[in-house]
């Protein structure tokens, strides 16, 4: 009787443990999800067929319906902000705060142009993208963005190459509007000098070898050795280390044609603690011009570790309207302060992200620079 009670009481302790550890994580999954606000973004189709809501994530955008409304003897002009039609909301920059509402926007079908919008390209599948049917002087409704491998949507052109597409714009008559491409260039940071850097042995940048000085979380990491493996990154590896003040990367690149209106794309992350980079502590320049870009935040939010590896994966920091000059660039992400973001312990002695490429977005022949970086 004794062996029974202790088998039943020992079985009643193993559920209750079981039951514990299953309402514990539920409990930590619906906290996980409760730290996220969602707010409800309606679409008022003002007469039109029905558009279904969506949920979306504070600080998040809105999905463009793929499907415009339809209405009967109108064409749908496009998606407002307000209800006097006033304000076209824009999907691609704008985002999400409080509940919603979307007003679709309608012009008479009897007075109505077409616009075409071109894929513009060699070997394209198709010659028209997709047509609007709009009513003259009124708004053109987005007619999405086109997707071509190897290459970036720079936006849709005019016949003139300069005069873009707006649906911001009210328009009359038959339009034709060509998408602009631009190739997409990749230079990988674990190429650019990092060894041989005689000229910076003076300067306190290089060991009496001429390897870029860098650090791990507490000793020394040189050279090649500031080149980390990640599957995450680009090429498979990504730079690291550079945690003191006036450390730097320079890519060196050479264009075939002058360039204006390039777009600069850096991929960043950071390692063993969050940080926060600024113009004034993080210089990007071209040419010695210094860039301006907004703040970037970089980790993953969790404590310091003195784990190696990207917190929190890389990230695409955009900068639009670049410069290049015919012949040789030199881009350069340099460190300016001496913050210390993982504390006192180890030798992390300046907020710097680990480096996993740059791309460019252009139209000219791009070639970088590369070094074997050899020990």
Not at 93 to 101: K, L, R
Not at 206 to 220: M, V
Not at 318 to 336: A, F, K, Q, R, W
Not at 340 to 368: F, H, N, Q, R
């Amino acid at each position: 009787m004794r062996k029974r009670m202790k088998a039943f009481r020992a079985s009643v302790a193993v559920c209750v443990v079981v039951f514990a550890m299953a309402f514990a994580a539920c409990s930590k999954n619906t906290d996980t999800e409760s730290d996220k606000t969602f707010y409800t973004v309606t679409f008022e189709t003002n007469g039109g067929s029905e558009v279904a809501s969506q949920k979306v994530e504070e600080g998040k955008k809105v999905t463009k319906p793929e499907t415009d409304p339809t209405k009967t003897d109108s064409v749908f002009s496009g998606w407002c902000k307000d209800a006097g039609l006033e304000t076209v909301y824009d999907f691609e920059t704008e985002t999400i705060s409080s509940d919603t509402t979307l007003y679709a926007s309608w012009a008479s079908a009897s007075d109505s142009s077409v616009a075409k919008f071109y894929w513009n390209y060699e070997g394209a599948a198709e010659e028209v993208f997709v047509s609007k049917t709009f009513g003259n002087d009124s708004r053109i409704a987005d007619p999405g963005t086109p997707v071509r491998e190897g290459y970036h949507f720079a936006g849709w052109y005019a016949e003139d190459g300069t005069t873009s597409y707006s649906a911001m714009k009210k328009y009359s008559g038959n339009q034709d509007f060509y998408a602009k491409w631009q190739k997409i260039y990749t230079f990988e940071a674990e190429k650019t000098q990092l060894t041989g850097l005689t000229d910076d042995i003076e300067l306190g940048l290089a060991t009496e070898g001429g390897a870029k000085l860098g650090y791990n979380f507490s000793g020394s990491a040189n050279g090649t050795n500031l080149i980390k493996s990640s599957d995450q990154a680009s090429g498979g590896s990504y730079v690291t280390g550079l945690f003191y003040r006036a450390a730097y990367l320079q890519f060196e690149i050479t264009s075939d044609k002058a360039v204006t209106g390039a777009t600069l794309r850096l991929v960043l992350s950071c390692e063993y603690a969050d940080i926060n980079l600024t113009t004034k502590t993080y210089r990007i320049s071209v040419n010695g011009t210094n860039l301006k870009y907004d703040d970037i935040s970089l980790g993953n939010g969790t404590a310091v570790s003195t784990d190696p590896g990207p917190r929190g994966g890389f990230k695409d920091i955009y900068i639009s309207n670049i410069d290049l000059n015919e012949g040789n660039n030199i881009i350069t992400l340099t460190v300016n302060n001496s913050e210390t973001p993982a504390g006192e312990a180890g030798t992390v002695d300046a907020a710097s992200p680990c480096v996993d490429c740059i791309k460019i977005y252009t139209d000219a022949e791009l070639t970088m620079t590369e070094y074997e970086n050899k020990e």
